[in-house]
């Protein structure tokens, strides 16, 4: 176990930020070897990625908060363009300098970025500190304007300030790097949680209550039942919390105590089960979870999302559904053989050619023109349908609610062409 | 609902002319440039009024239908933010991931009623839970920019129109509108909230002690799977991201199944949600309380005939599952009104005799417009008949007698209906259908004692076992005793001393043990083959044979008697004298108004145009084409003769060739080439007309052909 060391800053602040990234001690301590002194100058750009819920965010926001290093914290997802991005940066900024508010400055470009901000540092007593701008979920960067992404890894170099850029992303640089090229960053791995470090992070937030032993059990029972599926700390947190008080069921009854761990397993391990199949997967809710939890009933008795899978359709779209399917999966030649009544002999051997032997079900949908749809329709139904508005707006409608969709919507009178989105099991259930 | 209430008073006791006054200004248009007698006028009124009456029932039916739904979601919402803001230390509060509460609404796949519904459910929201709705739409929503925007200007606006003293307040919000993100809806959010708490206590007690102190935000996304994942993904990662601030609720409105939330978002997305499902009532029942609480009621004159009912069912069941376009499609029978001379006496028909005189003033001049009304007097005796056609006084008495008599037939055909009803959906297989609806189509069509299905029901009901037979009565007595018509004292009589009956059965039942089990127990001693096969036929004999029980004499007696109730009064509605002056039945009227064709009668149109020009020339005999037809009907049918890719000269030759057939051959060179010229701009026109319809298109394959779009192209 490295302990973080450093000269620039007092001992007890650093163990103070040990004890809160458990784990996490050999990143730190490699970014604060990076960061170096308060005032010294660092990397201009420092790019970290690793999965979900690897702690990333995390770990920089205890590590500026802590140390308390001045800095900038902003979400690429929640600033979708990147004026609102600029601007929550400069807001950021002037709020740490003055208590008064000072009135909304529009900042459009990158250009009148670095003026105001060069501004916004100077009101500031920095003191020549390294100011930290962060920018979590830095995927989004690439779908703003071209110039963002080269100029934040390079807002050292334009702004001639003592100012670093973090980038926290999911992805790794390479999906990043513009095709103009750039100044490459420092790159930083946040490799995922071992199940060790799962179960010490998880146990270390006991509730005050029980004892610490006691709850590490319980997270070791839990690790066991959704390690499987789930390696998300924070997923796996709230469940941990969710299903707790039913781990202590026995012991509040008074039916066992802390230390029988077998009973207590017992009693938690078909529950944590369903708990898999239900809450994990958002079939129901937490809290509908957690009033079954009261009222000690049977989950049986609510539904999950996907046991109404049944959609009540009009009698024709219903057709129109079942014919757009069969269109979408059969090749335009066999139209013929099952659809005309005397449709003469077909030779066996040739009929197929090599590739559609495989399955179209693998294939997937093809597209197909509403003429073929209506002519399918008009003949797996028994009586004649007449082609009035109402079949042509159900279409339409069948479009809107997601079961076909359009295929190259370039013109109407070019003859649209559609794809049934729906599944074998849907259509099944539809034609019932 | 006041005005509703209003309305349905001065109807049913005295429709006086003062109250229907309310529009005046748009009789003109039943009018249509006539003189406006006073008789259309009339019927523009009583039309006026009955249309506000059945409007103000269906909303209503659908505010009941709605009111469990509503009344789940607002306790949803209640209780989705009642802890915030947070102050609780519970230790799990940390660990959970505070989710945000959403409600998935599965509403059907009838769109067209959504509005309505989330029209309702805002109103409700806005009464009892929470000033701050934002209704959001696809179609507004492309980017998630958009969908901010649209957010944020709902949600500020709503506090604009909430207090419109505070004109500081507007400038300001104005202009934050131009940064559109989550913390300046944040920021918004607690100066809204602050204000609430600190402000002048006469002015705030009110609304905050609706609303409570926090209340919260709800975003309705009406067309879930429209919106694009994106757009949801962002919408949702940055909502919970502030949720610690701004106590966030989604509504999601479903058109399809709660499936589709998990095809559209990822897990990792899906679970930031704490969704709770919320079900609507299918639009099927919908549509059956509509049914009954509309037509099969006494209290609306205006109805619907067999096949027109038929009409509007049908394109409900077949096409679009929306209660809306069947209340537009009854709305429209209304032009019933419009067309018939004597339906202004339905309005009157419920109402007591003074309404009708005033009503039948008019009537007198044009007695014999009804066809119904003459088959009518031409069945009365001689000197009836004279009366009849000179005497107004007389004309009104029976007039007004026989809508006496017609409203009296509504409702004892109303009760019965529905005794029917309950015997014959209990019935296995249903041979006169599940739902009340079918039921009525059939009696409606003809005699329903006449049909096959109801002989075979009545034999049906002739095996129902006690207990249903039971209880079926006891409803009969029921529907019978609640009903307004004063005639059925008798009948609930005597289904009453059915019913004793029944009892005195059981009471015997229970004292005398059952022969049969005895002869039985006689059987299994014997064990001798032959005697066995001769107790055996022996017994077959006297069932044979055997005396109907008490029971089912009993039962037989029941059903015999609601055999001789249904023909009495389940008589179809035609064979009726003056039922056109409440009746629509011109189901082919309804037909072409709401369920056109427009390819149909474009091909119609195109391809013999007689039937829209009226012009003889244009008259042919069998397939052949006149070249007095318009250029664009010569083109369109000589290209149904050609396969997919229309060679253009080809074209222009067969079309040159009809144009001249019945010119003269010997006409000189240099004229002919001047038609010519003629004929070809002629026939480009028309080409690109049909072109411009749809018709054709520019073929890319070869450059001189056009590709057809329609019917037989490939």
Known sequence: MPNLEHPAYPAAKLLQLESLVPCRESQVSLLLSIFGEREQFTFPSIFIYGHRASGKTYVMHTLLNTLQLPHVFVNCVEYFTSRLLLEEILIQLQSYSEAEQTSHVPCDTLNDFVRLFKQAVASRELQDQTLYIVLDRAEQLREMEANILPAF????????????????????????????????????????????????????????????????????????????????????????????????????????????????????????????????????????????????????????????????????????????????????????????????????????????????HLLGPKPFPLDRLL????????????????????????????????VGNNDQLDGPRYKCTVSLDFIRAVAR | WGFFALLQGCFVFKP?????????????????????????????????????????????????????????????????????????????????SREIPTAALVLGVNVTDHNLTFRSLSEVLQNNITPYVALLEAKNCAGIKHLMQKLLGQLMNCQVDEDSLEDEDYVQVSQKRI????????????????????????????????????????????????????????????????????PLVLIFGIATSPMMIHNLLPHSVSSLLCIELFQSLSCKEHLSTVIEKLLLSPQYPFKLGEKALQVLINIFLYHDFSVQNFVKGYQVGNEHFKLRPWSGLAGCEGGSRRAGEGLLTRPCNDRTKSNGFKVYVESQGSEKQIALLTEDSCLKETVQELLENLHVY?????????????????????????????????????????????????????????????????????????????????????????????????????????????????????TDLYHLQKTLLELKESKRSKKLTKFELLRFEIVDYIDSLVRQYLLPADHKTLHEVMYFNTASMLREHLNAAPRIALHAALNNPYCYLKNQALRTAGGSISNKAPDICIVYRLHLECGRLINLVDWLEAFSTVLMATEEPNADASSSDQDDDVIHARFIRAVSELEFLGFIKPSKQKTDHVARLTWGGC
């Open chain 2, 179 to 246: 940064r559109c993100s989550m913390s300046s809806l944040v920021t918004w959010y607690q100066s809204v909230t602050k204000k609430t708490d600190s402000a002048t206590p006469s002015k705030r007690t009110t609304s905050s002690s609706k609303y409570g102190q926090h209340p919260p935000i709800v975003v309705v996304l009406k067309d879930m799977e429209s919106f694009s994942t994106k757009v949801l993904e962002d919408f949702i990662v940055i909502s919970s991201q502030h949720i610690h601030e701004l």
């Open chain 2, 16 to 96: 006086s002319p003062k109250k229907r006054k309310v529009s005046h200004e748009t009789e003109h248009d039943l009018g249509e440039g006539e003189v406006v007698s006073e008789d259309t006028e009339l019927r523009f009124l009583t039309c006026q009024s009955l249309w506000n009456q059945i409007k103000a029932e269906t909303e209503q039916i659908q505010e009941d239908l709605n009111k469990q739904l509503f009344d789940n979601l607002t306790g949803f919402l209640r209780q989705s933010h009642a802890d915030f803001p947070e102050k609780t230390t519970e230790w799990t509060r940390g660990l959970r």
């Open chain 1, 153 to 360: 890894l390079r807002l050292q170099e334009l702004t001639d300030r003592n100012v670093t850029v973090v980038l926290l992303s999911e992805i790794v640089w390479e999906l990043f790097r513009p095709n103009t090229g750039c100044l490459e960053p420092v790159t930083l791995y946040f490799p995922d949680y071992s199940i060790g470090h799962l179960q010490k992070i998880l146990s270390q937030n006991h509730p005050p209550v029980y004892s610490a032993d006691f709850y590490a059990a319980y997270i070791n029972i839990l690790l066991g039942v959704f390690y499987m599926v789930c390696r998300d700390l924070k997923e796996l947190q709230h469940l941990a919390a969710l299903n707790f008080s039913k781990y202590c069921e026995p012991v509040v009854r008074g039916e066992a105590n802390e230390r029988d761990t077998r009973k207590l397993w017992k009693n938690i391990e078909p529950h944590l089960k369903k708990a898999m199949q239900t809450v994990y997967l958002r079939e129901i809710s937490s809290s509908q979870w957690e009033r079954l939890q009261c009222d000690d009933g049977e989950p049986g008795q609510l539904k999950g999302l996907s046991a109404h899978t049944h959609v009540e359709l009009p009698y024709y779209s219903k057709f129109l559904l079942i014919a757009a399917y069969l269109a979408s999966y059969n090749p335009v030649r066999t139209d013929k053989r099952f659809f005309v009544k005397h449709h003469g002999k077909i030779r066996k051997t040739n009929f197929m050619k090599k590739h559609e032997k495989t399955s179209s």
């Open chain 1, 375 to 406: 002519a399918i329709l008009h003949s797996i139904v028994d009586n004649r349908v007449a082609p009035t508005a109402n079949i042509f707006s159900q279409i339409t409608s069948l479009v809107t609610l997601q079961l076909l969709s359009m």
């Open chain 2, 410 to 526: 509504h409702e004892n055909y109303i009760s019965v209906l529905r005794c029917l009803h309950i015997f014959t959906s209990f019935l296995p297989k249903h041979p006169l259908g599940k739902q009340l609806r079918e039921l009525h189509c059939t009696c409606l069509e003809d005699r329903v004692w006449e049909t096959e299905e109801y002989e075979s029901s009545l034999q049906l009901a002739r095996m129902l076992n006690k207990s249903d037979l039971v209880t079926m009565l006891q409803q009969c007595v029921e529907i019978f005793v609640s009903s307004s018509g004063k005639q059925f004292g008798e009948i609930v009589e005597k289904l009453k001393e059915f019913l004793t009956q029944f009892q005195k059965l059981e009471a015997e039942a229970f004292q005398e043990p059952d022969v049969s089990i005895s002869s039985q127990k006689e059987l299994q001693k014997k």
